[in-house]
């Protein structure tokens, strides 16, 4: 029998509070079964040289994520940014640098022990434009259209709701704003039992959508424009992919569109 929403979102939560205490006493965080180096699927190798040596030691070994959301978000000077499930920091911290002293970087995490990790980072890099938030991603803490970027890095497929958290970042995004996020996404022809048999839902895998599930996930929210490309294979069939959407300008009429479309489905 398959786990409960509840159940799966506390184990999801216990395995990446194990990895904040984990790096907090000097180790080094894992997505999976084993620890993640600068090397491996998932982990800090994503991220350029410089932008992790401009870091603290702490926010690199707690990435956890399977891209760069930061290199294909195109932040601007001035913009607010909202990261889903910002764990250690790293993706804050290096949207902060980006968006400069007028720009603001908000960090959304559920793991008390992630949120007391990245505030301790944020301090080390002396970084004063951020705010970490606790919530889940299904439910965010900021008011509507108020956000210029939402960015996520491996984290949405780890969500028990999905169609809440594309509702939820769609919501806080100002109209023309955009997503740009990393995350795992599965060949259409796998079935959830197949993802399943690939890896655990804590580990980034048996929760991915596939590529049809998770377009037809953000369009249903309202997004137009959605692009998904895949960079490398996590497991068989699975994939890091870059994905982008953007919020209409006109989002009124982008509702009206995706509720008559789901009326005559």
Same mark, same amino acid.
């Given at each position: 029998?398959?786990?409960? #929403?509840?159940?799966? &979102? *506390?184990?999801?939560?216990?395995?990446y509070a194990a990895a904040a205490v984990q790096v907090s006493e000097g180790g080094t965080a894992c997505c999976g079964?084993?620890?993640?180096?600068?090397?491996?699927?998932?982990?800090?190798?994503?991220?350029?040289?410089? *932008?992790?040596?401009?870091?603290?030691?702490?926010?690199?070994?707690?990435?956890? $994520?399977?891209?760069? #959301?930061? =290199?294909?978000?195109?932040?601007?000077?001035?913009?607010?940014?909202?990261?889903? $499930?910002?764990?250690?920091?790293?993706?804050?911290?290096?949207?902060?640098?980006?968006?400069?002293?007028?720009? &603001?970087?908000?960090?959304?995490?559920?793991?008390?022990?992630?949120?007391?990790? =990245?505030?301790?980072?944020?301090?080390? =890099?002396?970084?004063?434009?951020?705010?970490?938030?606790?919530?889940?991603?299904?439910?965010? +803490?900021? #008011?509507?259209?108020?956000?210029?970027?939402?960015?996520?890095?491996?984290?949405?497929?780890?969500?028990?709701?999905? +169609?809440?958290?594309?509702? *939820?970042?769609?919501?806080?995004? &100002? +109209? $023309?704003?955009?997503?740009?996020?990393?995350?795992?996404?599965?060949?259409?022809?796998?079935?959830? *039992?197949? &993802?399943?048999?690939?890896?655990?839902?804590?580990?980034?895998?048996? $929760?991915?959508?596939?590529?049809?599930?998770?377009?037809?996930?953000?369009?249903?929210?309202?997004?137009?424009?959605?692009?998904?490309?895949?960079?490398?294979?996590?497991?068989?069939?699975?994939?890091?992919?870059?994905?982008?959407?953007?919020? #209409?300008?006109d989002t009124a009429a982008a509702q009206g569109m995706t509720a008559a479309g789901a009326g005559a489905a």
């Open positions: 029998m398959s786990e409960q #929403p509840t159940d799966l &979102r *506390e184990t999801v939560r216990q395995r079964s084993e620890p993640v180096e600068v090397d491996e699927t998932f982990g800090a190798a994503f991220y350029e040289a410089d *932008e992790r040596d401009a870091l603290p030691a702490e926010a690199v070994a707690a990435s956890l $994520g399977c891209g760069n #959301p930061i =290199a294909v978000a195109e932040l601007g000077e001035g913009e607010r940014v909202l990261d889903l $499930g910002s764990g250690g920091g790293i993706d804050v911290l290096l949207s902060a640098r980006r968006v400069g002293p007028t720009g &603001r970087a908000y960090g959304l995490d559920m793991t008390d022990e992630m949120l007391a990790l =990245a505030l301790a980072n944020a301090k080390k =890099a002396g970084a004063t434009n951020v705010e970490f938030l606790k919530g889940t991603i299904e439910a965010v +803490p900021l #008011p509507a259209n108020t956000i210029d970027v939402v960015i996520s890095n491996c984290v949405i497929n780890l969500s028990v709701d999905k +169609p809440a958290v594309f509702a *939820e970042a769609f919501r806080v995004l &100002r +109209p $023309g704003g955009r997503l740009g996020v990393s995350d795992v996404v599965a060949d259409d022809a796998l079935t959830v *039992e197949e &993802r399943a048999e690939r890896g655990d839902h804590a580990g980034c895998i048996a $929760g991915a959508l596939s590529f049809a599930e998770y377009r037809a996930g953000l369009e249903g929210a309202g997004f137009t424009n959605v692009e998904i490309t895949a960079t490398h294979t996590v497991a068989d069939g699975m994939h890091s992919a870059i994905v982008r959407a953007t919020k #209409p300008l």
